[in-house]
């Protein structure tokens, strides 16, 4: 069966610092992938989606970027972090379109 | 564009009461429509799902149906319990296979 690992599960981090949160998927191949956001009180926001290893597409602009190294593998990144980037923040992937999408337990970011 | 609406909570009811949980969209094509529910401190577990007009999605004693007509996708349950507290999303599949999801109505049930 699918299964999906996200880590850390929290992070705490200060402004200014880098971000790696590192999301792999085991059970299938070529799948899509997703990066979201969950703000306090703002719903899931689409962070970065992923068809294929190096396709990478951004709905938001921001000081965030990710990357698809491997067929399973999605890294959502930050060279500085903001004080906004705080949030819940969850991977997830899908067989295709039309589909459920699958998501990881997420990781919960703080920025001090 | 694509875009999901769903009743403002929080929601609080008593246990064994029924609960509706309202969701609107508004979609170019057919997408399929989902409700999603997230217990405190996890990640969305998919909860029920429906790929076409008047599709009935259930599980768990939730259910909701695709109303093509009126573009809506109600969660609906006879009889609620404590366990069910959490957050439940309205989502529908968008034009890159991503989903978009409406903001979230929190459940309270007390017992």
């Known amino acids: 069966s699918q299964t999906i690992h996200q880590w850390p599960a929290t992070l705490v981090q200060p402004v200014g610092s880098p971000l790696s949160l590192e999301c792999t998927v085991e059970g299938t191949s070529n799948p899509n992938l997703y990066w979201y956001r969950q703000a306090a009180g703002r719903g899931l926001q689409l962070l970065f989606y992923?068809?294929?290893?190096?396709?990478i597409s951004s709905e938001v602009p921001q000081n965030l970027s990710a990357s698809r190294p491997q067929d399973r593998q999605f890294i959502l990144s930050s060279k500085k972090l903001l004080l906004s980037d705080s949030g819940f923040y969850l991977c997830?992937?899908?067989?295709?379109?039309?589909?459920?999408?699958?998501f990881g337990d997420g990781t919960r970011l703080s920025i001090l | 564009g694509d875009s999901v609406t769903q009743m403002e909570g929080p929601v609080t009811l008593s246990e064994e009461a029924f609960l509706t949980i309202n969701c609107t969209y508004t979609?170019?094509?057919?997408?399929?429509l989902f409700w999603y529910v997230q217990y405190p401190g996890e990640g969305l577990q998919l909860l029920l799902k429906a790929t076409k007009a008047d599709d009935k999605g259930s599980n768990k004693g939730f259910e909701a149906t695709y109303r093509k007509e009126t573009t809506s996708f109600h969660l609906e349950k006879g009889s609620v319990q404590v366990s069910d507290s959490a957050v439940y999303f309205c989502?529908?599949?968008?034009?890159?296979?991503?989903?978009?999801f409406g903001k979230g109505t929190k459940l309270s049930v007390k017992p």
């Open positions: 992923s068809v294929g290893i190096g396709q």
């Open positions: 997830a992937w899908g067989d295709s379109q039309n589909q459920p999408q699958h």
């Open positions: 979609a170019t094509g057919y997408p399929s």
């Open positions: 989502a529908l599949t968008g034009s890159q296979g991503n989903l978009i």
